[in-house]
């Protein structure tokens, strides 16, 4: 496992230093969840619970991830938060996404669009996604 993501059928953990593909999957998380905020404000389990559902349960964020996420993306003025009641009606701190959180998500997609892009010319693929 590299740090957030464990695969939906058990795969195998890994258990290194971080290195610098870590800190590519932090920043893949943090565009992860500020492309989820842009479904409205959500606390925390229900942001983990769209990033698994729309990835079709591949991936799976744990919250000794998500919320250092959350509070790293909320310290950098991304994200703000506030305290209200859940649909459980427990107390739990909601996000928000701010315009500088916006702001950062299409400068992260454009990041994202280029890498795959480029991981896909390497790995033989054609911009149509035909092999050549």
């Known amino acids: 496992m590299l740090g ?3 695969s939906s059928n058990g795969g195998a953990r890994v258990a290194e ?13 943090d565009m992860m969840i500020l492309r989820t905020m842009l479904l409205g404000d959500a606390h925390g389990h229900t942001i983990a619970k769209i990033i698994e559902r729309t ?3 591949v991936l799976q964020v744990e919250q000794g991830s998500l919320y250092p ?16 009641a859940s649909e459980n009606n427990r107390r739990a701190k909601f996000y928000r996404l701010t315009a500088a959180g916006r702001k950062q998500l299409q400068r992260e997609a454009k990041r994202w669009e280029r890498m795959t892009r480029a991981i896909d010319l390497v790995m033989g693929k054609s911009l149509e996604g035909e092999e050549p």
């Open 4 to 6: 957030f993501f464990r």
């Open 69 to 84: 996420a959350l509070y790293r993306l909320e310290d950098r003025g991304w994200l703000s938060s506030y305290w209200k």
């Open 17 to 29: 230093k971080p290195r610098s593909d870590e800190e590519m999957l932090k920043g893949t998380l």
């Open 55 to 57: 990835s079709e349960d």
